[in-house]
């Protein structure tokens, strides 16, 4: 079974060499297809993904939901991995997914931890255990065999932001999914420059909307309003 990875990326340039050169790294047989989905990023991601062997192809749409469609109508894999530039990947990813799979799950994620050592944090790392929706995200990175995420139609580009969420509910409804019992490490930028009751209460703010259907943009512009970011 062959792997593609799907990285889709916004001014990523800090992060897409160190992510490539790792997935590169823990692919013992060279076998594992590596797309990085730029969004015209203007810091030099594109160039740096391809510095470290990654293949580059330049959305036509922006957002992360059309980016990620857009690697996987050009990645040649059975099973898609979409995977956050942010994130450090899971040495055994390829030995663990394709195992998944033939096990019988079709799309799974794993959990996450923080790189950082706050308490709050650990907290945090210690819900993804568990198979809540709001426990998933983006971050714990997913992987759907191509058959299933042609049937689902992908992922919905009507939305925005919480793009990850829809289609994972959308999985659950079909099929199985595996929470796979090892961590990826997830960055902790988020919380460097917010408290972390103000993440919290931002993330529960933008799941309501969700949950309540308000239109994706909007959930958007609000998650962004109650956040600073860099």
Known sequence: MLLSVIIPTANEADNIGRLVAELRRHDPDHRVEILVVDAASGDGTAEAARSAGATVLLSPKPGRAAQMNHGARHATGDILYFVHADV??????????????????????????????????????????????????????????????????????????MEDFDIIRRIRRRARFLIVPQDVVVSARKYETNSWLRVQLANLTAFSMFFLKVPPPRIARTYKALLNYR
């Not at 997914?97 to 210690?126: E, I, K, T």
């Not at 997913?142 to 009507?158: P, S």
């Open 88 to 161: 450090g990947i899971h040495p055994g990813y390829v030995t663990t997914v394709r195992r998944a799979v033939r096990d019988g799950y079709p799309a799974g994620c794993y959990r996450f931890r923080f790189d950082s050592s706050h308490p709050l944090l650990r907290l945090n790392s210690y819900g993804t255990r568990f198979e809540g929706i709001m426990s998933r995200g983006g971050d714990q990175t997913l992987f759907i065999t191509r058959a299933l995420f042609e049937e689902l139609g992908g992922f919905d580009e009507h939305y925005c932001i």
